[in-house]
């Protein structure tokens, strides 16, 4: 059984995208605050209780049964948390669902585009190489942006909650 994918530091030109740990809730409750950013995603701000919980078991870095590999960054700028970027990882089709949340005091600067990126050129040069899949809300443009940054193109097909499935373009010749 191939050993489980675990988060590496990775530097940007702009960023650092840290491992995510506990101790990053303490700021990043202001960073999530708001209801912006719930608009396509759903839920609601975190309390500093609920974000704790929420980081000391996503910081475990695998489902139970193993067949996850749970990948979450932290984005910091100068010493600060902007935002996250994350990626669950099928451990045996070697496919990664990825997401992104940028803080919206943040946004607008190209830190969503960066940081996703350097996580997807992270995932891609992996072995084997993990191939990229992401559910978007069709009327989330600024999202729909970054994974065509990424690469990734709309499939045509939803899930149970109306958000359509990217991907990886298919290898040509195949
Ligand atoms: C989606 C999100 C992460 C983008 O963060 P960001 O750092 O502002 O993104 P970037 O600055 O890299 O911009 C990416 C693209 O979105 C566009 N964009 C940014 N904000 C936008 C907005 N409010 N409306 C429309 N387009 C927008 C930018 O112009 C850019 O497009 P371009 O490069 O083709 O010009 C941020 O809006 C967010 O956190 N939203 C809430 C959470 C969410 O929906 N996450 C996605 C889950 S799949």
């Known amino acids: 059984m191939p050993d489980i994918l675990r988060a590496a530091l990775i530097p940007t030109d702009r960023f650092t995208l840290e491992p995510l740990g506990v101790h990053h809730a303490a700021d990043m409750v202001s960073v999530l605050a708001g209801t912006a950013i719930y608009q396509y995603i759903g839920g609601q701000a975190p309390t500093a209780e609920e974000l704790e919980k929420r980081y000391a078991a996503q910081s475990i870095g695998s489902s139970p049964d193993g067949r996850e590999a749970w ?104």
Not at 134 to 158: D, Q
């Open 71 to 174: 990948l979450n960054w932290i984005i910091r700028e100068q010493g600060r948390s902007i935002g996250f970027v994350q990626a669950t990882v099928e451990t045996d089709g070697a496919t990664s669902d990825v997401a992104w949340v940028v803080g919206e005091a943040f946004q607008g600067r190209g830190a969503a585009t960066e940081a996703a990126r350097a996580m997807v050129t992270w995932l891609r040069h992996q072995q084997p190489p993990v191939r990229i899949t992401a559910s978007i809300h069709p009327e989330n443009t600024a999202s729909a942006s970054v994974a065509r940054h990424l690469g990734l193109t709309p499939t045509g097909r939803f899930d149970e909650d109306g958000e359509e499935y990217w991907e990886d373009s298919p290898p040509t010749g195949a």
